[in-house]
């Protein structure tokens, strides 16, 4: 009886070890949203908004285990892991290589260095994730229920501790503001959208049961107008109805679904521009997107935050003065001629592509434009091979297009955005890479010939 029993432990390891390797992967990302949700001295006064330089202790000890986690199990998974590195978009990689760069010329070497850290643990745990224990899905398996918890936590937040969690800011549009777990209102607003894409996605694909799927798009709608994020409202509106269509397209429009894809992300590099003011009669293009977002031409006072920033990108145009180095709230940091000029500090340039620029330079734009274009590529492929798997990377793409035209997210290890948005580049690299592994197997079946095709000799009599 005991060597019965030992033979049925030893039966029963290996579909145990890829469940505990799962949970082990899904407790670590979960980790790594957390802490970028959640301060971790809990400081919802007045100063948690701001753009620390250097973490606690308890900070540190979770990013070194977050960092150890991924180069362990990256390291022990080398084979795989080079495999999958093929896969993965190739100008993600090559960011990472430039901000690793910048230290030389950085204006802050040390902040630069941090982010960067800060960026390779980013990539790590990804990479972890996808590695440890992986199914096509497994991706919104994993961020939509702890986006979930965060969106509840900060809704019973509200209810507990209204105080901490409501800004209590004197300017009209904060008022009455809810940023629930998050630091900012924006940032409850960005949460919210990406939870609502993923609660629709799983209702439209059918991954949850429909009452499931309601009730977490009740609770991400709670928290995304109560945050009152006019740009995330938008966002959601817009992604959410891109979302439908690609998962629902008319029959007459199917075929023309990439030159649609095409024309959204032009149009939105000619709006990106108009923002910008770097394309004239901007106002005439700007009106109609003022009218719907409720804000006015001057975006809540963000133009005279681009005007100075462009003001710095001009002395170090090529190569910017290094990655994460600007936006610091310290003596000496050149970032505070803000508090002189506008009498606060902004935190960020509150546009992801002019901040990219002023950290990076033009070359740093141009290394967002690839990553760009190489994740929509690979969305294309993937739309013919997984189409609901690639609708959920393009929409969740879509929202970051249009999040960055008003708050700095691209390649931002300060917001939960790139983080989701790392994981998400990786995790479509791996769908990628065990679709590929599987089409000669799927190619080999109609090989077979039938007997009635298989051609006859004729006879020779």
């Not at 105080?163 to 777990?181: N, Q, R, V």
């Not at 992801?352 to 734009?365: F, Q, R, S």
């Not at 791996?430 to 592994?437: E, S």
């Amino acid at each position: 009886m005991n060597r019965v029993a030992r033979t049925a432990s030893a039966r029963s390891l290996p579909t145990q070890r890829p469940a505990r390797q799962s949970i082990i992967a899904l407790i670590f990302v979960w980790l790594l949203i957390i802490i970028m949700v959640v301060p971790d001295t809990l400081n919802y006064g007045p100063t948690a908004a701001g753009m620390p330089t250097e973490g606690t202790a308890l900070s540190r000890f979770i990013w070194l285990a977050l960092l150890g986690f991924g180069a362990v199990v990256t390291a022990s998974r080398s084979g795989a892991a080079l495999k999958l590195l093929r896969q993965v978009n190739p100008y993600l990689l090559l960011f990472v290589a430039l901000a690793a760069l910048s230290v030389l010329w950085s204006i802050d070497p040390g902040v630069t260095l941090r982010r960067l850290l800060r960026v390779v643990t980013m990539v790590l745990v990804a990479m972890a994730f996808v590695l440890m224990s992986w199914q096509t899905t497994r991706f919104q398996n994993v961020i939509r229920p702890i986006l979930t918890l965060l969106l509840v936590g900060s809704i019973i937040f509200v209810v507990v501790a209204p105080d901490l969690a409501i800004d209590k800011s004197e300017y009209a549009a904060l008022i009455g503001a809810w940023h629930g777990l998050a630091t900012q209102k924006n940032g409850l607003g960005s949460l919210a959208t990406i939870a609502l894409i993923l609660w629709l996605h799983a209702g439209l694909n059918k991954e949850k049961p429909l009452w499931m799927a309601v009730i977490g798009v009740v609770v991400s709608l709670i928290c995304l107008i109560n945050s009152r994020s006019s740009t995330s409202i938008m966002n959601s509106a817009f992604s959410c109805t891109l979302l439908v269509m690609l998962m629902r397209p008319p029959v007459a429009l199917r075929r023309y679904l990439p030159y649609m894809i095409v024309l959204f992300v032009v149009a939105l590099l000619v709006y990106s521009l108009a923002v910008l003011n770097l394309i004239p009669g901007s106002s005439a293009l700007l009106s109609p997107i003022t009218m719907l977002t409720g804000k006015d031409q001057t975006f809540s006072g963000r133009t005279n935050i681009w005007a100075i920033v462009n003001e710095h990108i001009v002395q170090h145009p090529f190569l910017g003065t290094g990655y994460g180095a600007y936006w610091v709230e310290l003596p000496g940091s050149p970032s505070m001629v803000m508090k002189a000029r506008l009498y606060y500090y902004p935190t960020e340039g509150h546009n992801g592509y002019l901040d990219i620029i002023n950290d990076l330079g033009v070359v740093g734009a141009l290394c967002l434009l690839g990553y760009i274009i190489a994740y929509l590529r690979q969305g294309m492929r993937l739309l013919t091979i997984v189409r609901p798997q690639a609708v959920l990377y393009l929409t969740l793409m879509f929202d970051q297009l249009i999040a960055n035209l008003t708050e700095s997210r691209w390649l931002n290890v300060l917001t939960c955005e790139f983080t989701i948005m790392t994981i998400a580049t990786i995790a479509m690299g791996k769908t990628l890479l065990d679709q590929y592994r599987n089409a000669p197997k799927r190619a080999s079946r109609p090989v077979q010939r039938s007997p009635l095709r298989t051609p006859v000799r004729p006879r020779i009599s």
